[in-house]
């Protein structure tokens, strides 16, 4: 009787183990296949805006558009924003090569190095990356957004997440800009789009 009693909390010890390795496997599992930085959703879409007025820095000179290159993605972005711009009665946005290029660095470097901020790992900002660039301005901002899996992460529902978000609405609604920057980027598993806007 007694080896019974042994055996069978022997057999329920060994029952708990097994059932704790395992969640503690699930556990790591989880955490090892997900990107640093980026929680593992099935899918989502994400937005974030930000501003920055009353900076010292002046525009010097109006930017052509001519020689702006666009992907056909960043043109349908750079379309969607202008049409919601002039159905409320404001100017269509200049698209501008060097916040173009800013705008895809942005992208890249939350691809490349897993994140989503406004923020680098650093801490620096796209108004730092603007200044040591030698852009200038009184008013500008970036509306960041990014799509996990890639595919989810439309022209449309970016543009809808923005919209509905009262930070980005202004951003792209704000009188103050003229001229923007848009930069896509994907990696087949995540879409990363920054626009980038200044007086």
Known sequence: MLDVNLNLKKKSIAVILAAA???????LSIAIASPA?????????????????????????AEQPAGVNLSEYEAAILYLINTTRVSNGLAALQPNQS??????????????????SHYTPEGTTVFNIMRSCGI?????????????PADIGSP??????WMKSPGHAANILK?????????????????VVTTVFRN
């Open 37 to 61: 930085g980026i929680t593992p959703y099935t899918s989502s879409i994400s937005v974030m805006g930000t501003e920055d007025e009353g900076s010292q820095q002046q525009s010097q000179q």
């Open 21 to 27: 390795a395992l969640i503690i496997t699930l556990f």
């Open 175 to 191: 009188t103050k800009y003229g001229i923007i920057g848009v930069g896509m980027i994907d990696n087949g598993d995540r879409r």
């Open 99 to 116: 916040l173009t290029d800013i705008s895809r660095t942005r992208s890249n470097d939350m691809i490349a190095r897993n994140y989503f």
């Open 136 to 148: 200038k301005w009184s008013a500008a901002g970036e509306n960041l957004a990014h799509s996990l």
């Open 156 to 161: 449309e529902a970016f543009m809808d997440a």
